[in-house]
């Protein structure tokens, strides 16, 4: 059997601290298990800053949104009350329209004489008479 041959090569350097290394290097091959060491508490967790800086962010935006439903509301409400009194100005315009219409024909001679008629008035020099049966033959 051939001589195994060792290489000269330097140990590939571990990442771990050179104090730790060395207590490796005397432990030799044998490895005992690590004690366990008994339920501890742990130190206090170090506070963090960024879950702050969400939530707080969160809130902001809720407020905002808060402040811009209101806000969106009472437009919507406007655009609504808007919409109604339109409707109602457009109801009078033409009320508005028909009355103009009829002042117009009240206004004319012959309009006045027909619904004096219809009231039972004559002119003055004429005779009223009525006519007393059944009308509907």
Do not use: C, N
Request: charged fraction near 25%; proline fraction near 8%; avoid cysteine.
């Amino acid at each position: 059997m051939p001589p195994v041959r060792q290489s000269r090569r330097p140990a590939p350097r571990s990442s771990a601290r050179p104090a730790a290394a060395a207590r490796r290097a005397g432990r030799g091959s044998a490895r005992r298990p690590a004690a366990r060491r008994p339920a501890a508490r742990r130190p206090a967790a170090r506070f963090k800053w960024e879950r702050l800086a969400r939530v707080s962010l969160l809130l902001v935006l809720g407020v905002v949104v808060a402040l811009y439903v209101q806000h969106a509301r009472a437009y919507l409400a406007s655009r609504a009350q808007a919409q109604r009194q339109q409707q109602i100005l457009a109801a009078l315009t033409r009320e508005h329209a028909r009355l103009e219409r009829l002042e117009r024909s009240l206004s004319q001679p012959g309009t006045i004489v027909a619904a004096a008629r219809r009231l039972g008035m004559v002119r003055p020099g004429e005779v009223p008479y009525s006519v007393i049966g059944s009308a509907g033959r």
